[in-house]
């Protein structure tokens, strides 16, 4: 069992930048791989980013694509996307994710899920 913890999220203007986290409060992630997923007000769940269980793959929404880095500190616990060049379209709540088998995008492949960190751009 793993519980996941986001944190970083909060508000930043357009063009801005955030850093989040997501920690393993229980577990290790080391042994998961990991992703991103948005969600904003009356939209569905989005796939925004993940990592393979070593972080040497990594995959993005093409949204993001060349914006956002998803990177991983096995030994610390911790996987971080950061987040360049913010959009007010970026503006939603950002979820991390554990992951045994399954596809990288697919929410459904996800075992563990964090409560969620918020994210809001202004334009």
């Known amino acids: 069992q793993v519980q996941l913890v986001e944190s970083g999220g909060g508000l930043v203007q357009a063009g801005g930048s955030l850093k989040l986290s997501c920690a393993a409060s229980?577990?290790?992630?080391?042994?998961?791989?990991m992703g991103w997923f948005r969600q904003a007000p009356g939209k569905e769940r989005e796939f925004v980013a993940a990592s393979s269980w070593e972080g040497s793959s990594t995959w993005y929404a093409n949204s993001v694509k060349g914006r956002f880095t998803i990177s991983r500190d096995n030994p610390k616990n911790t996987v971080y996307p950061q987040m360049n060049n913010l959009k007010p379209e970026d503006t939603a709540r950002y979820y991390c994710a554990s992951r045994v088998s399954g596809t990288y995008y697919v929410g459904a492949s996800y075992n563990y899920w964090g409560q969620g960190t918020q994210v809001t751009v202004s334009s």
């Open positions: 229980l577990g290790t992630l080391a042994r998961y791989a």
